[in-house]
């Protein structure tokens, strides 16, 4: 538990069997509010968890007052459901959020032809085309996971006690909730002690490219020149004085993009081909993480003005300048 001032924080933390370590939400108790801060995956693990942490601390699911979600990934909404179908509280998420919450259709449509347009013209052939036919899937597309209640954009600056950051890079709606009086940061997945975060690739209302890379790092940025304690991550550990790692991430990604370069000089000049020499046989099994990263890097160094592209026959090809 951490209390400081009149702000207290009940993580609730349940182990992971991946890299992630563990996914982390967060009790939030300020002033006569219970405010929920993301809420895990939808498993039994996460909702125990949920109840266990309540018990403890003498609260019932009935005491929280308002959920509050940092990004529309599976494992930071994954709980909303169940809890807003036993006890009716508003949710909060950034507008962008808020279309794939509900699964909303157009949206569904736009992003696949967004992808099935951008694997193509970066070379990805037959391989892409399968990502896209599994795009289609319910299963990928989570009818089953759709939010059934309404969702409030959050649209303030401030909102219940926080300072609200647009944080995206990770995703294009992620936000932080900042408690300035304490210092800390509920920073969903911004920052995570044991990884750097993904740049996911993602398109904007409009079907535009986000520049996810280029945002991260400014995300980053933002972060750092808060004068931030303690940054409550969506997974693995509570990080202290979080300046040094923030800097460190900033740095992995600019030692990165020389490496890119380096690819480029050397004559691959495709997203897909980059993909290959680097990632092998890991290309088509992690396609869309990998492809995410691939193309966040040359959107960057492009926007830095250290790489061109020209378009050959539909597809990309990346030069030097
Ligand atoms: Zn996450």
Redesign the pocket.
């Given at each position: 538990m951490f209390k400081q001032n009149n702000m207290e924080v009940f993580p609730i933390i349940v182990p992971a069997s991946n890299k992630?370590k563990s996914?982390n939400f967060f009790l939030v108790k300020h002033g006569n509010s219970l405010t929920l801060i993301d809420t895990g995956l939808n498993t039994d693990d996460c909702w125990n968890s949920l109840q266990k942490t309540l018990k403890n601390h003498d609260f019932t699911l009935t005491d929280i007052t308002r959920i509050l979600l940092t990004h529309h990934?599976l494992?930071?909404i994954g709980l909303v459901n169940r809890i807003v179908s036993t006890h009716s509280i508003p949710v909060y998420a950034h507008p962008y959020a808020i279309l794939v919450l509900k699964r909303d259709k157009e949206y569904t449509k736009m992003r696949i032809e967004f992808f099935r347009k951008l694997y193509k013209e970066m070379g990805c052939g037959e391989i892409g085309d399968k990502q896209v036919v599994n795009l289609r899937n319910p299963i990928i597309l989570g009818e089953d996971k759709k939010i059934h209640c309404e969702i409030q954009e959050i649209t303030n600056n401030q909102l219940f006690g926080f300072d609200i950051l647009e944080i995206p890079g990770h995703a294009p709606d992620q936000v932080a909730f900042y408690g300035k009086e304490c210092k800390w940061l509920f920073a969903?997945?911004l920052l995570i002690e044991n990884i750097p975060s993904n740049a996911f690739i993602e398109p904007d209302y409009d079907g535009i490219r986000t520049k996810s890379l280029v945002q991260q790092k400014q995300s980053l940025e933002k972060c750092s020149s808060l004068n931030v304690e303690l940054v409550f991550s969506?997974?693995g550990m509570i990080i202290e004085n979080p300046v040094d790692l923030l800097k460190e991430r900033i740095k992995e990604i600019d030692e990165k993009a020389n490496k890119y370069i380096s690819i480029i000089k050397s004559g691959i000049s495709t997203a897909s081909g980059i993909a290959q020499l680097l990632y092998k046989e890991k290309y088509e099994k992690q396609f869309f993480n990998i492809m995410s990263e691939i193309i966040g890097y040359l959107d960057y160094l492009e926007l830095q003005g250290e790489i061109n592209k020209e378009m050959e026959k539909g597809i990309w090809h990346y030069y030097c300048n």
């Open positions: 992630l996914y990934h494992d930071h969903g997945d969506g997974h």
